[in-house]
């Protein structure tokens, strides 16, 4: 059974940090890109990042560059993602899929990944 779950999602205080973690089971991950998305209540499903099956290129959104950091462990079968001075417009479901046929063109489109996880729910107070 193919399957990611994450995990790491939290409250925490503005200005903290949070990492997220993908676990994937029943696959080779490393077959894989790996994005992460988010989405806020209320808003539409917005592209965090996407790290290459063997981590050898990684993207983000622009205004997330430089605050969000994504990294793999295809020995482990986990991605992470490491979040800092979180803000609360940063508050959200996270989801990671994975996808096959990602390019550097696609990262960012929801409907090429192949599958996906249920999600973890990160809150930042103010």
């Known amino acids: 059974q193919l399957q990611l779950v994450e995990s790491g999602g939290g409250l925490v205080q503005s200005g903290g940090s949070l990492r997220l973690s993908c676990a994937a089971s029943?696959?080779?991950?490393?077959?894989?890109?790996i994005g992460w998305f988010r989405q806020a209540p209320g808003k539409e499903l917005e592209w965090v990042s996407c790290?290459?099956?063997?981590?050898?290129?990684?993207s983000y959104a622009d205004s997330l560059k430089g605050q969000f950091t994504i990294s793999r462990d295809n020995a482990k079968s986990t991605v992470y993602l490491q979040m800092n001075s979180l803000r609360p417009e940063d508050t959200a479901v996270y989801y990671c899929?994975?996808?096959?046929?990602?390019?550097?063109?696609?990262?960012?489109?929801?409907?090429?990944?192949?599958?996906w996880g249920q999600g973890t729910q990160v809150t930042v107070s103010s």
């Open positions: 899929a994975a996808g096959v046929r990602i390019t550097t063109g696609t990262v960012a489109l929801g409907g090429k990944y192949d599958y």
């Open positions: 790290v290459s099956n063997r981590a050898s290129s990684t």
């Open positions: 029943g696959f080779t991950l490393d077959s894989y890109a």
